[in-house]
């Protein structure tokens, strides 16, 4: 709740991607945090999985989106070069 009485707004999201790995749907998502930064969000099977948060540089905004997309996208590495069998 916030300082009136009502529920937060809901934070901007941009979906990055989507894939499926064995029997699992795995989505990314940024959020972006206003004056923190920006976190990429994974989901497996739409629950949530982990998360990164990117804080904002003072010199370079841009650079906190880019730095999550990048992690991201090492993420969706990672997971798709796991064995089928292999637990997360």
Known sequence: M???GLPPAPRPREKLFEFIRGHDRWLCELVILGEWGVEAQ????E???HSRRFDH???DHALARDLA??????ERRAIEAR????PD
């Open 47 to 49: 629950e949530f999985h």
């Open 69 to 74: 997309v990048a992690w991201a996208n090492s």
């Open 83 to 86: 064995r089928l069998s292999s």
């Open 2 to 4: 916030t300082f009136d």
């Open 57 to 59: 540089s003072e010199h």
């Open 42 to 45: 994974l989901f497996k099977n």
